[in-house]
């Protein structure tokens, strides 16, 4: 169990265009999701968490406005990136856990590429 | 601020071989401690979570948790060239925090 779907895997657009990523827990009612970007060859760089049910919380240097996040559900939460820039391009990752003390478990990502 | 510590590598390790991947943290009050597989290009797949003191094993994999020098280790036995990979380490305090907090990742290489 503990599988985290992401759509679109993939996203080629141009500069300007708004995306938006899907998340979905497909068998596990996810309390929190959270999500993730990652440049080539760092780290993963935590966004923002989200609670099903509230407003997403972001991290220092996260742009609220530009990186829309809904949590409608225990199983779905999505981000849009919005009005795309060239520098946005990199690999999203959303996550998705149980409990608070539970691990999270991961999308297999969506490489954003901005033209 | 809380932090996770690992060496980036390469670390390169014979086929057949024990591989040791070790990390540190700097949160005492850390509780949970997970473990990551990320293959290039891929998103990271969870190999092993440890929340108490002591040595958890599957299958091949063993991990390694003392509270006490803040240390977390990950031991890959008979290594294997798909066992190459990045590995991140990633620590849960609980409180206010929701999230982990996730090293930069050791780069494995299994040499055949």
Redesign the interface.
Known sequence: G?VVS?HPSRVICKSGTSVKIECRSLDFQAT?M?WYRQFPK???M?MA?S?EGSKA?YEQGVEKDKFLINHASLTLSTLTVTSAHPEDSS?Y?CSARRD??Q???????T?LSIL | QKEVEQNSGPLSVPEGAIASLNCTYSDRVSQSFFWYRQYSGKSPELIMSIYSNGDKEDGRFTAQLNKASQYVSLLIRDSQPSDSATYLCAAFSGGGADGLTFGKGTHLIIQP
Do not use: E, K, M, V
């Not at chain 1, 691990?103 to 990502?109: A, K, M, R, S, V």
């Open positions: 503990a992401q929190t959270f760092q780290s993963l935590l968490t609670n919380t690999f990752i608070r003390d691990p999270q478990h991961f999308g297999d990502g490489r």
